[in-house]
């Protein structure tokens, strides 16, 4: 008989984390024998104790989360590439660790699991002026993405701007001239954006009832709010929460509309695409779509089983709420 496959996640303040759901089920629908562990560290010692495990065969297979994806790539002995565009050739923090021919091997789910969510909720961004909002691991995973899809344009806002303006010129070496830094807290030139993909930690771990009591609203008072309630540009919020995110909460309440096109397919994503329509609105459930998809990927090279997303985020999203 097979032993049963070790996996888990690495991260600080985890306890939460919706990955032991999603591998629970990628699990359950491989058919593989297996187990998902918790890992919360403290500090950089404890997680390289945790990656060690990979080497001895005690652990099969690691997601890396905050804040250890940068600890993770420097642990490494190999980078994996496995975005089959450009945006692969960048070596990313990675969220991913396994072993393969006597190697650690890393790399980052988090770029593809990004692409097929867009791709799953029909959204096109050939041609689009896009909005990253946050340049931090996860900013940085997608980032190439975004412009590999076909993104016109790359405006990149982060809060200390050392990362947003390193993560441009490294964009601009393989796409001259689509990327530029977006001063944090400065709207010029954002009223016509066609997509905004929110990125930092604000809101983590808070549900949008709290939004009022946190700092979200004030940190992103500087948006053209008025303007997009005016032509709503699309919002994907890279965070999932129990209901709307603190962002989504704060856009609703701005204007945006919401557009519920992940909603309606919580459970089964559409197999055959519609006509990818024009970006407009909050995009609904994004977070946990994204986080289903590099799920699947992440468990595919562990396992080497393809898992179908749409039934790995069914796990995290319920009928239920897809109807709110
Ligand atoms: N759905 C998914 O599959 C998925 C995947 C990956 C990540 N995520 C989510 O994405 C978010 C970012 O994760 P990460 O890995 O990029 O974290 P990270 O590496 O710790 O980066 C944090 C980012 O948030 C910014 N930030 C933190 N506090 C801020 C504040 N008060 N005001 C403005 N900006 C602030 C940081 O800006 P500075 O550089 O100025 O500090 C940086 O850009 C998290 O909520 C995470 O859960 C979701």
Redesign the pocket.
């Known amino acids: 008989m097979t032993a049963p496959l070790r996996l888990g996640v690495v991260g600080t303040g985890i306890g939460h984390s919706l990955s032991p759901r999603l591998h629970a089920k990628a699990l359950e629908l491989s058919g593989i024998p297996g187990n998902y562990a918790i890992f919360d560290c403290a500090d950089a010692d404890a997680a390289r104790d945790v990656f060690a495990k990979l080497r001895t065969g005690e652990l099969d297979g690691l997601n890396v ?3 250890f ?1 940068a600890l993770a790539l420097a642990t490494a002995d190999a980078w994996l590439r496995i975005a089959h565009h450009k945006a692969g050739v960048f070596t990313l ?1 990675a ?1 991913t660790l396994f072993m393969q021919e006597n190697r650690l091997v890393a790399a980052s789910t ?1 770029g593809p ?2 692409a097929a969510a867009l791709l799953g909720a029909q959204v096109d961004l050939v041609g689009k002026r896009v909005l990253l909002l ?8 997608i980032a190439a993405e975004l412009l590999a899809l076909g993104a016109a344009q790359l405006r990149v806002a ?3 701007p050392e ?1 947003a303006a390193a993560l441009v010129a490294r964009l601009n070496t393989i796409w001259p001239r689509h990327a530029l830094a977006q001063p ?1 807290g400065d709207a010029r030139g954002l009223t016509g954006v066609d997509v905004v993909v929110h ?6 771990g808070q549900t949008a009832t709290a939004a009022a009591v946190t ?1 979200l609203p004030a ?1 992103l008072d500087w948006l053209p709010w008025a303007a997009w309630a005016a032509r709503p540009p699309l919002l994907a919020d ?3 929460a129990a209901g709307p995110t603190p962002l989504q909460a704060l856009a609703q309440a701005r204007g945006l509309p919401l557009d519920g096109r992940l909603a309606a397919a919580a459970i089964e994503e559409p197999r055959i695409h519609p006509e990818p329509r024009e970006p407009i609105g909050i995009l609904q459930y ?3 779509s ?2 289903a998809h ?1 799920a699947a990927r992440a468990f595919q090279l562990w396992t080497g089983a393809r898992v179908d997303a749409a039934r790995l985020r069914a796990a995290i999203v319920p009928a239920a709420t897809s109807c709110t």
């Open positions: 989360t905050t804040p994806k923090p969220n988090d699991g990004l946050g340049a931090g691991g996860a900013g940085q995973a982060n809060r200390s990362p944090w990125a930092t930690r604000l809101g983590h700092d940190a890279l965070l999932y994004f977070g946990e994204m986080l590099q």
